[in-house]
């Protein structure tokens, strides 16, 4: 990791938690292009882009699904909805073992790792180039449960993905990491969390956005392909790249 003098780093700290704990998986790039080519709020894309300021209102927040779900930006000061963001990020991605007593003890170690990582990226990363964005049901009186699934989007730069994109980008609206705790699985918390990152990027101004996912994961390969995403790379049948033009 390229770092500045001051210690940050000069680009976002992604380390999708999916791809580093699952490396001998294969997967792809999907790629998505934003549909309208107006922000949320109606200002033009092209003209937030060219501003070269990715902002993102501290209030920013999306009901999605008919206003069952409610995506947010997570609160980096509650350390109790940190520590529930992890743990749902570590149980989404940890790969049990077949001996009982070493996938404890793997499983602990992975959600340390994804703890620490998770610190990293709170605290380093740029706002402008990082959020962290969390999804909780919506009650009948409009109160709102705990967090039940989480996604990151970041800006990047990185020459893997830009290669398989069209010739000049400089930068790309990054998806990763999305999760979903098991309670809420199936109830579309997962499509609300999409809609979110969705959201962000085209308050970023970006018309363009890319995610990682391994082909053998037939539910979130169902999931980007019903919201538009395809398949722009992929390094063999079982690991792919997807990028969806939003």
Known sequence: MTTRASGKPSRPITNNASRRHQQQRRAQ??????????????????????????????????LA??????IRQIDRTDLDEVRRVVMIQAEG?????ALPFLDGFLKTSFT????????KKLKYNPVDKFVLLVVERVGPAGGASPVEGVVEVSFID????????????????????????????RQGAAKALLEGATSVCREWGEAQAVLHV????????????????????????????VGVRL
């Open 93 to 97: 991605f940890h790969v049990p073992n």
């Open 65 to 70: 699904q008919g206003g069952r779900w409610q």
């Open 158 to 185: 990185e020459k893997e993905v830009l290669q398989s994109l069209e010739p000049g980008t400089e930068g790309v609206a990054y998806v990763a990491s999305m999760a979903v705790a098991p309670s809420a699985r």
């Open 29 to 62: 790039y999907r790629y998505h292009r934003l549909k309208a080519g107006s922000r949320d709020d109606g200002q033009d894309l092209e003209a937030t882009r060219a501003s070269s300021v990715r902002e993102l209102p501290s209030t920013f927040a999306v």
């Open 112 to 119: 340390a790792e994804v703890l620490s990582e998770m610190q």
């Open 214 to 241: 391994y082909q053998d994961n037939e539910a979130a390969v169902r999931l980007y392909s019903q919201d538009g995403w395809v398949t722009i790379f992929q390094d063999n049948p079982s690991w792919a790249m």
